[in-house]
């Protein structure tokens, strides 16, 4: 039986929105503590995976008829620490005060369960286009999540957004915000919004 090719417009979709990585699949999480406390420090983050996860989904996809079964996970982790190492040198060539505010977390996008799993999952049987759109949809599903926590903790935290005070001087900042506990929270309002949309619109369906 001959499985069905993937449609490019279906892979967009579920990446972003159907099977988006953070509220569907719960991957990543760790990135709500991590850089979401500062909105900018998030946007580069977000770059850097969806830079990473397009092009390493289209590097194994390229690679997939060559790489021992036995050893892909090795090969792919090679593949993905490179093209951060190449984001790395990038921000901190351009972007150096972020850089040095992000740290080790940009290395630690190699760990991130999104990338390897959008490897495994995808880029392994697919061809290296549509495995790129798949990356890059994955990428933004995680995005424009990570986006939405970072907003309101910031907002919230700080009373400002890329680092300009929005929140007058009567507001006092939610200091909870922009510790762990505040991401945390955040993320769980959100899921908790988003999924009960999900599983209303399926009964919705029926």
């Not at 090719?5 to 990585?21: E, H, S, T, W, Y």
């Not at 090679?78 to 190492?85: D, N």
């Not at 369960?113 to 490897?119: E, Q, S, T, Y």
């Not at 999540?145 to 903790?153: G, T």
């Amino acid at each position: 039986m001959t499985l069905a090719k993937p449609r490019m417009g279906r892979v967009i979709f579920d990446g972003l929105f159907a099977n988006n990585p953070v509220f569907v699949q719960v991957l990543g999480i760790c990135s709500t503590l991590a850089v979401t406390n500062v909105f900018e420090n998030t946007l580069v983050m977000c770059i850097g995976l969806v830079f990473t996860t397009g092009l390493s989904n289209f590097s194994v996809s390229l690679l997939r008829s060559l790489i021992p079964g036995r050893i892909r996970m090795i090969v792919e982790t090679l593949v993905i620490a490179s093209w951060v190492i190449v984001f790395d040198i990038i921000i901190k060539a351009t972007l150096p005060e972020i850089s040095k505010a992000l740290g080790a977390y940009v290395g630690l996008i190699i760990t991130n369960c999104i990338v390897m799993g959008r490897a495994e999952a995808f880029a392994l049987a697919n061809k290296p286009l549509i495995s790129m759109a798949d990356g890059i949809a994955n990428g933004l599903g995680y995005t424009w999540v990570l986006l939405a926590v970072a907003f309101v903790r910031e907002l919230l935290g700080s009373g400002s957004i890329f680092g300009v005070r929005v929140l007058g001087e009567w507001w006092t900042n939610w200091n909870i915000m922009v510790m762990a506990p505040g991401g945390f929270f955040v993320l769980a309002i959100l899921i908790w919004i988003v999924r009960g949309r999900m599983l209303r619109s399926k009964e919705g369906v029926r």
